[in-house]
T-cell receptor, first 112, second 112 residues
Framework: DAGVIQSPRHEVTEMGQEVTLRCKPI?????LFWYRQTMMRGLELLIY????????DSGMPEDRFSAKMPNASFSTLKIQPSEPRDSAVYFC??????????FGPGTRLTVL | GEDVEQSLFLSVREGDSSVINCTYT??????LYWYKQEPGAGLQLLTY?????DMKQDQRLTVLLNKKDKHLSLRIADTQTGDSAIYFC????????????FGKGTMLLVSP
């Protein structure tokens, strides 16, 4: 298995633009997590899904952030409109039941 | 509430032992984890300990848990330059499905 796949690996955009981050979890995993990592706040859980259903989105910072999981093999995290303070590394992780979470390589987002 | 604290930085010489410390506040934590993040990569699970254990050893890694003081440590024996990375402590609670709460990470720098 290729592991968790995220795209793009790097994204540079201008303030006000829409940004879409993509994640393909490990096949067969039933949980998917989106995290954001910054120097100031560390690693924060934004939202997680179980069997494609959002379970807890209390970590999503604002209405500008939205996440979807249309099927078991794909999820998106969208920021619209983006702001400079959204600059961070965004990680997707997946797990099977309550077992180990496997992390993707992350998407480094820079909003100018 | 849940809160995980770690020191931010540790520097050791190659061949020495490294000890990375972590404190947590939630007494109902059931699993405690150590993750490793290499530059430009996602987090990788190193080891974990169940809260009814005091110690777990896995090759060069030793995890010690003091549940009374809510203190967790990771000892790396014979530290190598390849061990240079950020190490994250995380806790979870077993009731239902619990998300992980991460510390901000300890950067370990191993010099030759």
């Amino acid at each position: 298995d290729a592991g968790v796949i995220q795209s793009p690996r790097h994204e540079v955009t201008e303030m006000g633009q829409e940004v879409t981050l993509r994640c393909k979890p490990i096949s067969g995993h039933d949980y998917l997590f989106w995290y954001r990592q910054t120097m100031m706040r560390g690693l924060e859980l934004l939202i997680y899904f179980n069997n494609n259903v959002p379970i807890d989105d209390s970590g999503m910072p604002e209405d500008r952030f939205s996440a979807k999981m249309p099927n078991a093999s794909f999820s998106t995290l969208k920021i619209q409109p983006s702001e400079p303070r959204d600059s961070a590394v965004y990680f997707c992780a997946s797990s099977l039941a309550r077992n180990e979470q496997f992390f993707g390589p992350g998407t480094r987002l820079t909003v100018l | 509430g849940e809160d995980v604290e770690q020191s931010l930085f540790l520097s050791v010489r190659e061949g020495d032992s490294s000890v990375i410390n972590c404190t947590y506040t939630d007494s109902s934590s059931t699993y405690l984890y150590w993750y490793k993040q290499e530059p430009g990569a996602g987090l990788q699970l190193l080891t974990y300990i169940f809260s009814n254990m005091d110690m777990k050893q896995d090759q060069r890694l030793t995890v010690l848990l003091n549940k009374k003081d809510k203190h967790l440590s990771l000892r790396i024996a014979d530290t190598q330059t390849g061990d240079s990375a950020i190490y994250f402590c995380a806790e979870s609670i077993a009731s239902g499905y619990s998300t992980l709460t991460f510390g901000k990470g300890t950067m370990l720098l191993v010099s030759p």
